[in-house]
């Protein structure tokens, strides 16, 4: 299978309160279970929260999402999702890196994130950026239907 070709206009725009809908709209695309749109609104009306989307495209749409938080000196990826069409085109990688450099600005010295750990790509693209296995949660990851899946925590030093 051929790698589609990277893309050369992504615009990483930051996410106000106002973004809970369409978090919560990418995000049951990606994720089963959601997360809805008042736990996005909770999430991003923390002060420390991270948000940001990726826009690409003729016309321009939104093509991905991370959401994270920053605690003192230590931020946190909550999840990340690129739409399946734009997939393997670099707005996963591009979504990391710009919310480690928001992180960084803000005087986070770590960021960590809790991946499944059967998500092979997710891990393959964290590991690329540097990040380092630090644990495992045995059974983290409860959903219906399915036997639970171990978290494997990752974490980068910015
Ligand atoms: C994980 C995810 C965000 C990656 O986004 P993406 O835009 O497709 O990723 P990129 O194109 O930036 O790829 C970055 C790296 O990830 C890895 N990768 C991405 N897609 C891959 C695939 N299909 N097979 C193998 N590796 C892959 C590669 O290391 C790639 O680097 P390379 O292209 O230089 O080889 C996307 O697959 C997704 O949304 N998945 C569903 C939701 C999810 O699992 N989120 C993560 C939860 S922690």
């Given at each position: 299978?051929?790698?589609?070709?990277?893309?050369?206009?992504?615009?990483?725009?930051?996410?106000?309160?106002?973004?809970?809908?369409?978090?919560?709209?990418?995000?049951?695309?990606?994720?089963?279970?959601?997360?809805?749109?008042?736990?996005?609104?909770?999430?991003?009306?923390?002060?420390?929260?991270?948000?940001?989307?990726?826009?690409?495209?003729?016309?321009?749409?939104?093509?991905?999402?991370?959401?994270g938080r920053l605690v003192a000196d230590e931020a946190e990826i909550l999840t990340l999702g690129v739409c399946e069409s734009w997939q393997r085109r670099?707005?996963?990688r591009q979504l990391v890196e710009a919310l480690c450099r928001a992180a960084k600005k803000a005087e986070a010295r770590r960021l960590h994130l809790e991946v499944a750990a059967g998500n092979a790509i997710a891990i393959r693209l964290y590991k690329s950026l540097g990040f380092e296995d630090i644990g495992r949660r045995k059974g983290y990851y409860e959903r219906p239907g399915a036997a639970p899946e171990d978290a494997i925590n990752l974490s980068l030093a910015l």
């Open positions: 299978m051929t790698t589609p070709p990277r893309l050369k206009h992504v615009s990483i725009l930051w996410v106000g309160t106002d973004g809970a809908e369409e978090l919560a709209r990418l995000h049951a695309r990606l994720f089963s279970p959601a997360w809805d749109m008042a736990s996005f609104k909770l999430l991003l009306d923390h002060p420390g929260s991270i948000a940001l989307t990726a826009r690409t495209g003729e016309p321009p749409e939104t093509a991905g999402f991370i959401l670099g707005i996963g």
